[in-house]
């Protein structure tokens, strides 16, 4: 059985920088695209960006292109999003998911607080 | 980007009734493999979201045939034929036609 399970809940200050993860089991991570997703609380879904982690291509949102980092560390089975420096506007829910033909496994997601 | 558009966004149903949620992107969804890269999820309250429908018409592993998609191009609807209390949450489509994948802004469905 697919698992996606995520990091636990973050609170940061603004400035401050954060690596998030998510570890995938019951299949190698290589072999299937990675995105993440942000919800603001009490708003819908946002896709953010993912990555293949068999060869580290990686696509952005444009909305957050540059405000973010996804990578992957295929050897642990490890995808991760990262902030160099936190805004009180990035206070959410972050999930990531496993994209086979559809986004079928979601991480539990992982509360960011920045404040 | 690709702009997806849903409505109701507020869908009171009183169990046992069917329900109908219709979601429209800006651009078509229908790839030259004839299929239309268009999902749907359910947001159940405080779980992340679950896969409903799969290309437009595909019910995911485990999704009760109450559940049932339809539409092609840019216009798609997703029927509950009789709702269960259970049905609760926001249900989300979602393209995969282009990145950035984009989603709609999610019709809360509730309990009369």
């Known amino acids: 059985e697919v698992q996606l399970v995520q990091s636990g809940a973050e609170v940061k200050k603004p400035g401050e920088s954060l690596k998030i993860s998510c570890k995938v089991s019951?299949?190698?991570?290589?072999?299937?695209?990675i995105a993440w997703v942000r919800q603001m609380p009490g708003k819908g879904l946002e896709w953010m960006g993912s990555?293949?982690?068999?060869?580290?291509?990686?696509t952005y949102s444009p909305s957050f292109q540059g405000q973010v980092t996804i990578s992957a560390d295929k050897s642990i089975d490890t995808a991760y999003l990262q902030w160099s420096s936190l805004k009180a506007s990035d206070t959410a829910i972050y999930y990531c998911?496993?994209?086979?033909?559809?986004?079928?496994?979601w991480g539990q997601g992982t509360q960011v607080t920045v404040s | 980007d690709i702009v997806m558009t849903q409505s109701p966004l507020s869908l009171p149903v009183t169990p046992g009734e069917p329900a109908s949620i219709s979601c429209r992107s800006t651009?078509?969804?229908?790839?030259?493999?004839?299929?239309?890269?268009l999902d749907w999820y359910l947001q159940k309250p405080g779980q992340s979201p679950h896969l409903l429908i799969y290309?437009?018409?595909n019910r995911a592993s485990g999704v009760p045939d109450r559940f049932s998609g339809s539409g092609s191009g840019t216009d798609f609807t997703l029927k509950i034929s009789r709702v269960e209390a259970e049905d609760v949450g926001v249900y989300f489509c979602?393209?995969?036609?282009?990145?950035?994948?984009?989603f709609g802004q999610g019709t809360k469905l509730e309990i009369k």
């Open positions: 998911a496993r994209q086979t033909t559809s986004y079928a496994h």
């Open positions: 019951g299949h190698g991570l290589s072999d299937y695209w």
């Open positions: 990555i293949y982690p068999r060869n580290s291509d990686t």
């Open positions: 651009q078509s969804l229908l790839r030259s493999d004839g299929d239309n890269y």
């Open positions: 290309l437009g018409s």
């Open positions: 979602m393209q995969s036609q282009q990145t950035p994948y984009t």
